[in-house]
C-alpha cells in the first residue's frame, strides 16, 4: 500500500467519524467520493439492470477485521436496521482461515456409538425435509474488548460487534440421528469442522433431539465461506464456538470428548479458584446501537433509542431503557416478530433535554433472566472472567452532544 493511499484511508476514517451518520456507515461522508447525481433525477432515465445488486452508492457498511487467518471481523451493528444481518456484514470467528471445500466433494460422516453409520455428501443432506428459521450467532468473546480494553471511542461494532442474526436453512440434527439410529447410552457427539484448525466441541445429544441443524443456506442462498460453506452446525442460542463450520463428522459418545476448545479455552473462571465448563448457552442481553460513538445529537428534542436484544435461553420478553444511568427505567417498543434465539430489535422515543444523560438499556427474557450490571456481572464472576459478557452497555451523552461508550455499569 502506496503512503498516499494510507493517508487517503486515514482522511476518509476522519471524515466519517466527524460526520457520524447511523445507517450508512464506512467513508460515505467523504466528498471526493460522493457519487454524481442529477440535478432532477426524473428529467433522465436511471441506470440499466444488472445481474448482481449492489447496495447504494450512498451506503458503506464495513465490518472491522481484526487478525488475519486467526481473526474476526465484526458486524457493524450500528449501521443496521431490522433484525436480519446482510450475509456479507455476518461477523466472522476463523482460526485458521476460510478452507476453500468443493460442495461435490465434502461428505458428513455421523458415526461412534449409532446402529447404522453413514457418510453423506451435501447433495443428499438436501434431500432430507429442512426447516428455516431465524436465529442469532454470537461468539462467547462478544465484549471482552469492552471489558479489557475500554474506550470512550467504541462503536456499537467494536463494542459488541461478535452478534449477528440470519435465517438459516438446514435439516434438524434429529431427523439425522433417527436415520443413524443413536444407541441408548450415547448422550454426547462431538462435531469436527474440516478447516486447517479442525475444531471439535462436544455437545450434549438432547440439543441434537431438540433445534439443532446442519444449515446449508443464510439469507436465501448457500452459506457464505466464512459461514461455513458448504453445511455447518447451527446450535440456536448457544456460544458461537459450538457452531461448527465446515462440519465433515460428527461421532456419538457416552460422555464429552474433552477437545482443547472445552478445556485450554472456552471455560469461565469463577471466584474461588473454580472454573465452569461448558457454557453453552448465551445469556440475555443487549445493546443501544444509536444513539452511540461517534454519532453526535444535533440538539435538544425528540431522539429515538434503538438498539438489539437477544437471549440464548428463549424468548425476549421487555426491554427496558434508562436515560439516567439506571436510576429509572422505560419500557422500550419491541419491534415484531419476537422470534426465540434471535435478534430483536427494540425502540424508545426520548425526549433529550440537552442535559449530560447516561443512556442504558436492560433485556428481559421469557425465563425471567434480568440482563445484570456489569458490577452485578463481576460479583458472580469474579474479576479474572474472559468469556460471555453480557453486563449493562452504556452511553454518556454530553451537553455539545457526543455520544461516547461507558464502560462501567
Ligand atoms: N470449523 C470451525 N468452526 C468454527 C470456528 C472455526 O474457526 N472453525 N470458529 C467458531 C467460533 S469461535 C465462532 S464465534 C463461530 C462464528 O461463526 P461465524 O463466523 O459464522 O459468525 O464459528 C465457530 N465455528
Ligand atoms: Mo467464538
Not at 456499537?156 to 435439516?171: K, L
Not at 469436527?192 to 441443524?213: F, T
Request: charged content about 20%; aromatic content about 8%.
Amino acid at each position: 500500500m502506496s503512503e498516499q493511499s494510507i493517508s487517503r484511508r486515514a482522511l476518509l476514517a476522519g471524515a466519517a467519524a466527524a460526520a457520524g451518520g447511523a445507517l450508512l456507515g464506512g467513508p460515505a461522508a467523504d466528498a471526493q467520493q460522493a457519487p454524481v447525481v442529477p440535478a432532477d433525477p426524473t428529467k433522465q432515465p436511471g441506470a440499466p439492470v444488472t445481474a448482481v445488486g449492489a447496495r447504494s452508492p450512498f451506503v458503506h457498511p464495513e465490518r472491522a477485521p481484526v487478525g488475519q487467518i486467526t481473526g474476526t471481523a465484526l458486524t457493524p451493528l450500528q449501521d443496521l436496521a431490522g433484525t436480519i444481518t446482510p450475509a456479507d456484514l455476518h461477523f466472522t470467528r476463523i482460526h485458521n482461515g476460510v478452507p476453500a471445500i468443493d460442495p461435490a466433494r465434502h461428505t458428513l460422516l455421523i458415526h461412534g456409538m449409532v446402529e447404522h453409520p453413514l457418510e453423506l455428501t451435501v447433495a443428499e443432506l438436501q434431500r432430507f425435509p429442512s426447516v428455516s428459521r431465524v436465529h442469532f450467532i454470537e461468539c462467547s468473546g462478544n465484549g471482552r474488548a469492552a471489558y479489557h480494553t475500554p474506550s470512550p471511542a467504541m462503536t456499537p461494532q467494536q463494542v459488541d460487534g461478535m452478534t449477528s442474526n440470519s435465517e438459516w436453512t438446514g435439516v434438524p440434527l434429529s431427523t439425522l440421528f433417527h436415520e443413524v439410529g443413536l444407541r441408548h447410552d450415547a448422550d454426547w457427539f462431538l462435531a469436527e469442522g474440516g478447516d486447517a484448525s479442525l475444531l471439535a466441541r462436544s455437545i450434549p445429544v438432547s440439543k441434537g433431539m431438540d433445534d439443532a441443524m446442519i444449515a446449508w443456506a443464510q439469507n436465501g442462498e448457500p452459506l457464505r465461506p466464512e459461514q461455513g460453506f458448504p453445511i455447518r452446525l447451527l446450535l440456536p442460542g448457544w456460544e458461537g464456538n459450538t457452531n461448527v463450520k465446515w462440519l465433515r463428522r460428527i461421532k456419538l459418545g457416552r460422555a464429552p470428548f474433552m477437545t482443547r476448545w472445552e478445556t485450554a479455552k472456552y471455560t469461565d473462571p469463577l471466584p474461588g479458584g473454580k472454573i465452569r465448563q461448558f457454557s453453552f448457552e448465551m445469556d440475555a442481553k443487549s445493546i443501544i446501537t444509536s444513539p452511540a460513538y461517534p454519532e453526535r445529537l444535533s440538539g435538544p428534542g425528540w431522539w429515538p433509542v434503538r438498539g438489539l436484544a437477544w437471549s440464548g435461553r428463549g424468548r425476549i420478553a421487555r426491554v427496558d431503557v434508562s436515560t439516567d444511568g439506571g436510576r429509572t427505567w422505560e419500557n422500550a417498543t419491541l419491534l415484531s416478530p419476537l422470534t426465540a434465539k434471535a435478534h430483536v430489535r427494540f425502540e424508545y422515543m426520548w425526549q433529550w433535554n440537552g442535559n449530560n444523560s447516561l443512556l442504558m438499556s436492560r433485556a428481559v427474557d421469557d425465563q425471567g433472566y434480568v440482563q445484570p450490571t456489569m458490577s452485578e456481572l463481576l460479583a458472580v464472576r469474579g474479576p479474572g472472567t474472559d468469556y460471555h459478557y453480557n453486563a449493562i452497555r452504556a452511553w454518556a451523552v454530553a451537553r455539545d452532544g457526543t455520544v461516547t461508550f461507558e464502560a462501567r455499569t
